[in-house]
């Protein structure tokens, strides 16, 4: 005995279309291509939501070098300008021997002079030019070697005696040895 009674008519006729036994057997496929489905799209997403914080992390660390390249570059530029302020150039050119020059003159293109030239005043020339070494070499702590001192020659008759002497200045050679610099004076400075 049946406890559901048979369909009459139309919904017999219906019921012929349609099997039975195939509808549980027609589900299993569709429900393991959704899960699949799903399954797929969740990795995507882990997948690209990975791929972006990496690229996040790689865009903060840009930002924060930039960031540190741009304080260099700041700080590079305010020693520029005050190695560059009219101040420290005099002060520096002081150092280096030099002194301001006197009124100029000028040449116009068609080749006439404009203006009276005139030399340096006598109170600002130096007696003889520094050595650059002795100018920026810093004070060596090694102890300096003796060298044996030899009596000063006698100048020959013809040769001025005012010509300045000056010592030999050491300055330290990038091995750590002590150099000497040249003590006879320039010719024509």
Known sequence: MSSKPAPRGRAARLARLIPAGRARAAR?????????????????????????????????????????????????????????APDALQRRARELGMVPGGDPAFLNPDGSVKGVPSAAPRSAVLTGPRAPEALTAAPSTAPVPATPSAPPAAAPAGTPSSTPVR???????????????????????
């Open 28 to 84: 299993t496929p569709f429900v393991l291509l959704v899960v699949l489905l799903l399954g797929g799209g969740l990795l995507g997403l882990l997948v690209l939501n990975s791929a972006l914080s990496e690229g996040s992390f790689e865009l903060d660390d840009i930002k924060r070098r930039t960031k540190s390249l741009t304080d260099e570059e700041q700080a590079l530029q305010r020693d520029i300008d005050a190695y560059s």
């Open 167 to 189: 010592p030999a200045a050491t300055t330290p050679a990038p091995g750590g040895a002590l150099r000497s610099a040249p003590t006879t004076p320039t010719p024509g400075r």
